[in-house]
């Protein structure tokens, strides 16, 4: 992209620097063409229905064509900002999301560093298959799974604790609020370690071994190797998922929350696009959940824009 | 300079080639539309049979829908040229559902959207079927009579945007709801009185301290509650109406002289109500998994024959009683009893409501052809189309003796013992999409047009069942009941049937009121004792944050506007 900004140009005035603009556009013009119908395709599928945000600030109503809609400014936004349950229910995302975050990016890098030390080819390919095994399956089975897991009628959790003598009567830990967030952090961690390792992996491979060999010969052991060589060497790759993943926290989605929850965990298990599908689309007021849309949108840029200038100030590297 | 025009060119006939494409398919897709549309619309007039396919949405998930591969289906796809394919809520609820069809804009022919109406409505998705019946549907205008004007939509539009499935001078023989207890524990306990909480009580602590283990080793369960999901509804707040002597009218109370109206839980009796299932929890008789588990978690412990008690009604946990029928453990099935708080109050749950113009099914904007749409329905509405929807066919499903419809013994076998398989292999009950008679209403020969009636609710019953009735010297199970005339009619037939203003304050507010509820009544239930009233202010308290009064004060104004409506 550099090469192609003006200001490697010796500035010999506007009318020579257009014009090798052009000139370079020229020479490229197959590349140009061939791009184009991906660029085409991002503004058809990702700047097109950004004109929908306009719904946000009219009371729409579908059968209303766009002239006819009422305008009423940011009513929308007042009433999501003046709702205690908005809060509530961001606080909820922020603290599952960044468990999430935090948890499903230590534990599948170690469990790939480990994984990489093994030596048995065929032992390391079974287990990293078996591993990412549960991604495939969908989050009703492992809802289902996980709450007959831990039911206290005759759940394998219950029986296991009871059998050990640690505890007494079978613990509730799907009535418990304030467990909820860790059980969806777990459940999330058991269906994703495998996958989420896989690209770490890949990137240890593509470590030089002649590396290895040199600091083995420096009399480097196992675990210096580790942190000396291995991290650093899958370090860029885990910056651009992790701050692309920040660009998430407040969409997390809906499902683990909508399936694992019930009615005694709400005030723990509500999440934002839940409260959209709510207090939005479920009750037809399609203004104030593309309100909460647009809040989502907004915060996710910030933080991705956050995370990255930390990195670039920390590391004097850009990710985006 | 030259090539830089023919770049230009070059770029801006990419750019319009892919706009002319992009808008010339969707014009297309217009075009093709409108023309299968009118295509099959001539030849319809003159009573077309031709093939034609039909989307149906209904809010109600119906896991023995058939696909028109029924007996019943099948003959009405002969008979009208249509089949039908399905559509039903996946995953979420029905709300979901028809919110998302109304902002995608995209409608099947026809829907049953339940308490979703207004949203297709207000998106004026719906047909107005007043001139289609004019024209196409005596057999709807004759079943439904006098009450043809309770159809209409509001005092503002007078229009007809569904066809309501409730029945037409339905008579209830037998009653599905109630308090239920195992056959099996009736015949241990010695048939005892079932009438007040205190009995009922009685009855499963007595069976419980005897027999704690199934035959199979399993610990038994004293009751369970279906409260992980939107029954909450139906198995624990709708029953605090029927416990303390009044008529389940949704979320609220409604005084019957003024027509004033409360959110139900801020009477006074009702937190008694809630005061014995906390009770009930504190003793250990109710299933700590209530408002944990999810509804097929809830079925399977039923199934299994553990529990010995339930407050729900006959349809949310009939598949488990099936199967519970099916693998032969009659005992473990349930009977039904009016139970209330205490001797000073009477089940209103059978307290008349006239015709009730409840959730019916709709003719959608897209739907190809109007016409025939009205015209199966209204066949459907015919004599014969619902001997044919509630008996079946005859010769196969029901025979014809003495001028008498009887359903012979091994159909009648299956129907009682294993009623999933029967429904969705004979397609009885499934094809109730249009107006039809109630119980005890007789056709033209003189027979019953449903199957249900007192002869035939006896046959129905398993003999455990009859046992049971036996033993109490009753019947059926409605006789436990207060009889039909016990109490007035309510004016405003059910206030469950009034739609909120979709998106309005009112609705917003209702809609917190229900998830404050959703969390607080299992608080307050599983409380310890003595927290209980702590528990129960709060949620009061959170009621009064969330503004119930407005709400109570718009849907008293509702009920009056109702009540007016219909004593027009």
Not at chain 1, 82 to 98: H, I, K, P, Q, W
Not at chain 1, 100 to 125: C, D, H, S, W, Y
Not at chain 1, 159 to 171: D, G
Not at chain 2, 81 to 101: N, Q, R, W, Y
Request: hydrophobic share 40%; aromatic share 12%; proline share 4%.
């Amino acid at each position: 992209m550099k090469s192609l900004t003006a200001t490697d140009v010796p500035q010999k005035g506007t009318e020579k620097k257009r014009s090798s603009v052009w000139k370079r556009a020229l020479q490229q013009r197959y590349l140009y063409l061939m791009s184009l119908p991906f660029v085409i395709w991002v503004i058809v599928f990702a700047y097109v229905p950004v004109w929908g945000w306009i719904t946000a600030f009219q009371n729409y109503k579908p059968k209303n064509s766009f002239l006819d809609q009422k305008w009423v400014g940011l009513d929308n936004f007042v009433e999501l900002f003046g709702d205690e349950r908005f809060y509530l229910v961001l606080r909820n995302t922020l603290a599952m999301s960044s468990m999430g975050l935090i948890v499903g990016f230590t534990i599948p890098v170690i469990f790939a560093l480990l994984l990489n030390e093994m030596k048995g080819q065929f032992f390391k390919r079974s287990i990293q298959t078996i591993s990412y095994l549960p991604h495939f399956v969908s989050w009703v089975v492992v809802a289902g799974l996980v709450s007959k897991m831990l039911s206290t009628d005759g759940g394998a959790v219950n029986q296991l604790l009871m059998s050990l003598h640690l505890i007494e009567e079978p613990v509730q830990f799907m009535a418990k609020g304030s467990w909820f967030w860790g059980i969806v952090t777990l459940s999330d961690l058991w269906k994703e370690l495998g996958w989420n390792s896989i690209i770490f992996l890949a990137a240890m491979a593509g470590i030089d071994p002649e590396l290895y060999e040199a600091s083995t010969v420096d009399g480097a052991g196992r675990f210096r190797k580790m942190w000396h060589i291995t991290l650093p060497g899958i370090r860029t790759t885990f910056m651009v998922l992790f701050i692309l993943s920040i660009g998430h926290l407040v969409s997390i989605g809906f499902e683990k929350q909508m399936l694992l929850g019930n009615p005694l965990v709400t005030d723990y298990s509500e999440v934002l696009d839940l409260y959209a599908l709510k207090y939005g689309i479920q009750m037809s007021r399609y203004s104030y959940g593309t309100a909460i849309g647009i809040f989502n949108s907004v915060v996710s840029i910030l933080l991705v824009l956050i995370a990255n200038g930390i990195y670039k100030r920390v590391t004097k590297e850009s990710i985006i | 300079m030259k090539r830089k025009t023919q770049y230009a060119i070059t770029l801006l006939l990419a750019l319009v080639f892919v706009f002319v494409t992009a808008c010339g398919s969707s014009n297309n897709g217009n075009n093709t539309g409108k023309n299968a549309g009118n295509g099959t619309n001539a030849p319809a007039e003159s009573e077309n049979l031709e093939p034609m396919t039909i989307r149906f949405a209904s809010g109600d998930v119906n896991a023995n829908w058939d696909d028109n591969q029924s007996d019943i289906g099948k003959f009405l796809t002969e008979k009208t040229g249509i089949s039908i394919k399905a559509e039903f809520p996946v995953g979420g609820t029905d709300a979901d559902m028809f919110a998302l069809m109304v902002a995608s804009d995209d409608y099947p022919d026809l829907v049953m959207p339940k308490g979703n109406i207004g949203k297709l409505v207000d998106a004026g998705a719906m047909v107005d079927l007043r001139p289609l019946i004019e024209e196409h549907g005596p057999n709807i205008k004759k079943v439904y009579g006098e009450y043809l004007n309770r159809l209409v939509w509001s005092a503002d539009d007078d229009a007809i945007y569904t066809l309501p499935l409730d029945l037409v001078g339905h008579t209830y023989f037998d009653a599905g709801g109630g308090f239920q207890l195992q056959h099996q524990v009736l015949e241990a306990t010695g048939y005892p009185e079932i009438k007040t909480v205190q009995d009922y009580e009685n009855a499963i602590k007595a069976y419980l301290e005897k027999n704690p283990k199934t035959e199979d080793g399993q610990p038994r369960i004293g009751m369970s509650l279906n409260g992980g999901e939107w029954q909450i509804l139906i198995s624990v707040t709708n029953p605090a109406f029927y416990a303390t002597g009044a008529p389940d009218d949704g979320e609220f109370y409604v005084n019957q002289d003024t027509h004033e109206a409360i959110m139900h839980y801020q009477r006074p009796e009702e937190r008694e109500y809630f005061r014995w299932l906390n009770h009930m929890n504190d003793v250990g008789l109710l299933d700590k998994e209530s408002f944990v588990q999810k509804y097929d978690q809830y079925k399977a412990k039923i199934a299994s024959g553990r529990v010995i008690g339930l407050i729900d009604q006959n349809w949310d946990y009939a598949d488990a009683e099936n199967a519970l029928k099916a693998e032969g453990k009659f005992g473990a099935t349930y009977a039904r009893f009016p139970v209330t708080l205490n001797d000073s109050y009477q089940d209103h749950s059978f307290q008349g409501t006239g015709y009730l113009s409840g959730f019916g099914v709709g003719i959608t904007k897209s739907a190809a052809d109007p016409v025939r749409l009205i015209k199966y329905l209204d066949y459907l509405a015919s004599d014969e189309g619902q001997v044919l929807v509630n008996w079946g066919i005859e010769g196969k499903h029901y025979n014809v003796v003495d001028g008498k419809r009887v359903i012979p013994e091994d159909v009648q076998a299956m129907k009682s013992n294993d009623n999933n398989t029967f429904k969705k292999t004979t397609g009885i009950g499934n094809y109730f999409l249009s107006a039809r008679y109630g119980d005890g209403v007789l056709d033209p020969t003189g027979n019953y047009y449903t199957t249900t009636f007192p002869e035939q609710i006896q046959t129905n019953y398993s003999e455990a069942d009859k046992k049971t009735l036996a033993a109490y010297g009753v019947k059926v199970y409605k006789d436990f009941w207060p009889a039909d005339d016990a109490f007035p009619e309510r004016k405003y037939g059910a206030a469950w049937t009034l739609p909120f203003e979709t998106g309005s304050k009112a609705n917003v507010i209702f809609q917190k009121t229900q998830d404050i509820m959703k969390k607080r009544i299992p608080e307050a239930i599983l409380a310890k004792p003595a927290d209980f009233d702590k528990v129960y202010d709060a949620f009061l308290k959170d009621l009064e944050d969330a503004n119930v009064a407005e709400l109570n004060a718009e849907f008293t104004k509702m009920v009056k506007d109702r009540v007016e409506l219909w004593s027009k």
